[in-house]
């Protein structure tokens, strides 16, 4: 974003002039902070010691923001900053000081989706129409890492509307943002929606991040970023305060370089809100430590299903595929194929219950949060209005089917929804687990990134979290390899609740595979192999 690198001069300049109080506490002044590749834990440690302090890694990845951000490869990942991280983080150092521990989150600076309420903030889902909305609650979720003691560091590109404004969208693109560039190869998409908290984490702009998903917006762009992502079962998470698509599929999730660190920020963010129209039955199937299981051997004895009906679609993917489930199985797993029954027989049932549910739910939370924008239908024509600046690459159709639906008491949207999870869920994934007598499914997160293309589009040839999503129960992606140095995930799927177990079982993958490799920032895929060693950038 064009004018982030002023904003860091700016808060970095005020805090050093406003937050010289806590200097007599704690140590300020140190430099050389290396950020890079920096998990939540090692960071935890070296602020328990007081080798570093919450301000100086806040300002650490202030100034990699703008180094690596706005200028150097210019990722545009980063939408917004928060004027107050570096006064808060000064006030972690002073809690820390004084015994005051909030746990293993106290003090580190975490980036959310432009999707996610936060005090003092705009949230705009990415789009001018709302440049200047800045909701006066923050989100559940965000209270909830204010109160783990995190930063809040600031707010992440997505492609806009969450991929939902029209069927020829472009991952990673918004009209408030820009274009969010994929750090291992700048020409290729970063996937969506979450396309900025990936590339974000990706390139350690912060420590971890948070998405959003309703179908693949978190496990899509971690997985082409080389990212651990969860989506968790739909309720576990609060959507309170997000800006919505489905009430049926949305929730937000955890985004990181690892599987621990991916477990240290899911305890923050899971907790039951009886507001949420899913918490009530999230009461007491909560994990209390997501990271408790996170052994080398949870895979030994696990008997794994791998979802062939989902590959097929890349031979690179397909090889990544082959070399995993071999690892799975030197891990002690037992690995068969498995068959869904009517797999993606859902899907045109799932886009009509999105329809239906974007209009109802989009209009509810313009209205409550005092949006400058109240309704689906007056935003379509705000973006008339602005064509030009908005609409220049692709257009609105798929708000204007949403606009058309009528009420969520039509038999078309509760046979709908009804279809949708039945099929996905209940004669999908649960009767192929529970009838193969499986542990999990696994299957490729999706393709290689793709070239951002602004004249034709996304270019997605399969992905394997469909299924998932639609059932509204948890998945994970872990890195599984590289095409052509791009990195590619592999997605477990299990029964809902099951969000401790699939950490447990992507970290033992992790360790067997360590597949995840620093992005390279390069310029281009090259045509023909290059000798000399590519550059690593930053």
């Known amino acids: 974003m064009s004018n982030t690198r002023s904003l860091v001069t700016a808060i970095t300049a005020?805090?050093?002039?406003?937050?010289?109080?806590?200097?007599?506490?704690?140590?300020?002044?140190?430099?050389?902070?290396?950020?890079?590749?920096?998990?939540?834990?090692?960071?935890?440690?070296?602020?328990?010691?007081?080798?570093l302090t919450s301000v100086e890694l806040t300002r650490a990845y202030l100034a990699r923001i703008a180094a690596v951000d706005d200028d150097g490869p210019t990722l545009d990942a980063v939408i917004e900053l928060d004027a107050a991280a570096l006064a808060v983080a000064a006030e972690r150092d002073r809690e820390r000081a004084a015994g005051e521990v909030r746990g293993p989150l106290h003090g580190i600076p975490v980036l959310l989706k432009d999707n996610i309420d936060v005090v003092g903030l705009v949230?705009?889902?990415?789009?001018?129409?709302?440049?200047?909305?800045?909701p006066k609650t923050d989100a559940f979720l965000v209270k909830r890492l204010r109160q783990a003691g995190a930063v809040i560091l600031g707010k992440t590109n997505l492609s806009e509307w969450a991929n939902f404004r029209s069927d020829h969208s472009i991952s990673g693109w918004s009209s408030r943002g820009g274009q969010t560039r994929n750090p291992y190869v700048l020409d290729r998409n970063p996937c969506g929606s979450s396309s900025g908290t990936g590339s974000a984490i990706a390139a350690s702009l912060a420590a971890v991040g948070v998405g959003t998903e309703t179908d693949g917006s978190i496990i899509c762009p971690a997985a082409v970023a080389g990212l651990v992502g969860l989506k968790p079962t739909v309720g576990v998470v609060s959507r309170r305060g997000i800006i919505p698509i489905s009430v049926s599929q949305d929730t937000a999730g955890p985004m990181g370089r690892s599987v621990r660190d991916v477990a240290l920020?899911?305890?923050?963010?899971?907790?039951?809100?009886?507001?949420?129209?899913?918490?009530?039955?999230?009461?007491?199937?909560?994990?209390?430590?997501h990271g408790s299981g996170l052994t080398a051997d949870a895979l030994r004895g696990r008997r794994i299903g791998v979802l062939r009906q989902a590959m097929?679609?890349?031979?690179?993917v397909d090889a990544a595929m082959d070399r995993s489930i071999e690892l799975l199985r030197a891990a002690g797993a037992e690995v068969v194929?498995?068959?869904v029954e009517g797999y993606r027989s859902w899907s045109a049932?799932?886009?009509?219950?999105?329809?239906?549910?974007?209009?109802?739910?989009?209009?509810?939370?313009?209205?409550?949060?005092?949006?400058?924008?109240?309704?689906?239908?007056?935003?379509?024509?705000?973006?008339?209005?602005h064509r030009s600046t908005v609409m220049s690459l692709f257009s609105q159709e798929t708000f204007e089917k949403a606009q058309a639906k009528g009420p969520l008491t039509e038999p078309v949207y509760l046979q709908a929804k009804e279809s949708a999870r039945r099929l996905a869920g209940e004669s999908g994934l649960l009767k192929t687990l529970d009838g193969a007598r499986l542990d999990m499914l696994i299957a490729?997160?999706?393709?290689?990134?793709?070239?951002?293309?602004?004249?034709?589009?996304?270019?997605?040839?399969?992905?394997?979290?469909?299924?998932?999503?639609?059932?509204?129960?948890?998945?994970?992606?872990?890195p599984m390899g590289e095409v052509s140095g791009l990195p590619v995930g592999l997605t477990f799927m299990a029964r809902a609740y099951a969000e401790a177990d699939l950490l447990a079982w992507g970290y033992a993958f992790e360790q067997a595979s360590r597949s995840r490799r620093a992005p390279t920032y390069r310029s281009t895929v090259p045509l023909k192999p290059q000798v000399e060693a590519v550059d690593q950038g930053p």
């Open 14 to 51: 005020l805090c050093l002039a406003g937050c010289s109080a806590s200097s007599s506490v704690v140590p300020i002044e140190r430099t050389g902070v290396d950020v890079v590749e920096l998990s939540v834990s090692e960071a935890a440690e070296r602020l328990a010691d007081g080798r």
């Open 123 to 134: 949230n705009s889902a990415g789009s001018l129409a709302l440049a200047e909305h800045r």
């Open 265 to 289: 920020l899911m305890d923050a963010l899971a907790g039951v809100d009886l507001a949420d129209p899913a918490g009530a039955a999230a009461q007491g199937r909560i994990a209390a430590d």
């Open 312 to 316: 097929g679609f890349h031979p690179g």
């Open 337 to 339: 194929d498995a068959n």
């Open 349 to 385: 049932h799932e886009f009509e219950v999105l329809l239906y549910e974007f209009k109802h739910g989009l209009d509810d939370y313009l209205r409550e949060s005092g949006a400058p924008i109240g309704s689906l239908a007056a935003l379509i024509e705000w973006n008339e209005r």
């Open 444 to 478: 490729p997160s999706t393709a290689p990134a793709w070239i951002i293309d602004p004249v034709l589009g996304d270019h997605f040839l399969g992905a394997g979290y469909g299924m998932a999503a639609v059932a509204g129960t948890p998945s994970l992606t872990v």
